[in-house]
């Protein structure tokens, strides 16, 4: 069983040092290369030792014992610790594993993840063994202890909720509390509940990370003071500055919803800035099509353009990230005793990896990917194919509601009074509205409304990809959201879309109804084909992805479908409630 994410065991230490004292060799031996070393702040020149997956050695001697070892000539190459994703959230399409193989081939080796949807798609225990499985895979994988759900649920799915979070608290491979995107409920809503979380995990000495777009200072100062460490949310140079100045260690956004980064960067150095050792990089969990490129290189990238010291640009991406979580001395840097996660670099000037070695195996080598099989009991941990048992029936289709949502941009909605002819069995073309139903999973309740901006001429998109793992239907017409949801039903959850009868698109999501099961380059084009359907069929903005997941998320303005029903955000009140089927 692979143990770096929590330690090696007592035979494994002896034999590594063994191989300083010349009694075993390395399995690998980089000579004569060009490393990083982020204690120093220098690059330094000499040789890297592994076992394994254990870095035992970096410095200007050469092992006395290397029969078996492989010997690798790093002459032509810098070599960087593998780069650190602070802050993913790996559903968004895409599964863990996928995101994770991905992301080592170009370079992010230890990613910090959201466990925000083994909260709502299966058992504890069953997430407990899933996170036991992933350790298997080439990047190594921590986790997040989440305390509110992002949307409002029913009384008995909330208290399901609640009670999963302490045992996540205390889990080993969770290193952080957070996001809290609820944030108003303890500030200024008394929720004694979330701040006793809060509490909680800093009595297991881990850092709490908060959600605070657009705060003043005076809500950045108090969520200091119950406890928040770390903060994602700055649009600005001058938001970043306000948080470090508070204390806040500052993770620095350039995602697909927000691609902030270059002119937060632009604007630090303009300003004069040059102490870069409290902030990190991250993507914030964007969509498959934005990762294009991998996930922290081209962060590393615009600072290096923006003109951030070089080394300082490498150490956002590595070191600095490391010590925030306390695993430093485990990833983050290349010095004796860390997990052997090194990127390959032609230039210091490029920080795309030619070559990469994760956990000791090469996961790319001279620009070619090399594939490790690693099965994931998906099944047998609870995360299967959506088994609906339900329909929609004609009587749920009522829309005699009359407040809309209206999309300001991909995922913010601000409330609309209704004035169109609802009792037709297809919306006009004249205009952006459609037919908006969230419906229950279980097939229990749902609310129904319209929605104005998704789209021109769409008849039904369905959807079993959302924030909460309930049903998004939405169109034009009502027969073609119908024959939507039942082609979802047949291939186990998905995003299909219909028009005039005719199924124009699928995305199967087989596992939970949430997740594809594809390798990230496909999934790639097939979110980029959804998207092309959904331009010609009138969306205007950029992430329908997004629009999707954040329908009911109650922590963007101004109003949401959620299982309680139309919400004000503001002001957490049901303004129509959700209706029982």
Known sequence: ??????????????EHAAIIDGKKAPTKLIKNTTYLNVYLKKWMHGHIWLYDDRIIYTGQELPSYTEGTEIIDGTDSYIVPGYVEPHAHPFQLYNPQSFAEYAAETGTTTLVNDNLMWLFLTEKEKAFSLLEEFMDLPATMYWWARFDPQSV??????????????????HDAVIQG?????????LHHGDEQILHFMQETKRSRKPLEAHLPGASEQTLVKMRLLGMDSEHESMTADDVLKRLEIGYHTGLRYSSIRPDLPDILQGLVDQGHNHFDHMMY???GSTPGFYREGLINPCIQIALDAGVPEIDAYMMATYYAARHFGIENRVGSLNAGRVA??????HPKDPMPHSVIAKGEWTKRDGEVLKKETPIQWEKNGVKPLDLDWE?????????????LEMVNDVIMKPYAIDTDVYTDRLSEDNKESYLMLMDREGEWMVNTLLKGFTQTLGGLVSSYSNTGDIILTGKSRKDMKKAFQRMKEIGGGIVLVNEGEVLYELPLALGGVMADLPMKE????????????????????????TLLFLSSMHLPFIRITPLGIMDVKKKEVLFPSIMR
């Open 153 to 170: 649920l029913r009384d008995e799915d909330r208290h399901a909720f609640d009670s999963q979070i302490p045992d996540w608290i205390t």
């Open 282 to 284: 991250t993507t914030d």
């Open 523 to 546: 999934l790639m084009e097939e979110e980029s084909k959804l998207k092309d359907y959904l331009l010609q069929h009138g969306f205007t903005f950029n992430d329908p992805v997004y």
């Open 392 to 404: 929609v029936t004609d009587a749920d289709m009522q829309f005699s509601m009359p407040i809309g």
């Open 1 to 14: 069983m692979n143990e770096t994410r929590f330690r090696w065991r007592n035979r494994q230490l002896r």
């Open 341 to 346: 996660h090194l990127n390959f670099l032609s």
């Open 178 to 186: 957070g996001e809290l995107t609820a944030w108003p409920d303890v």
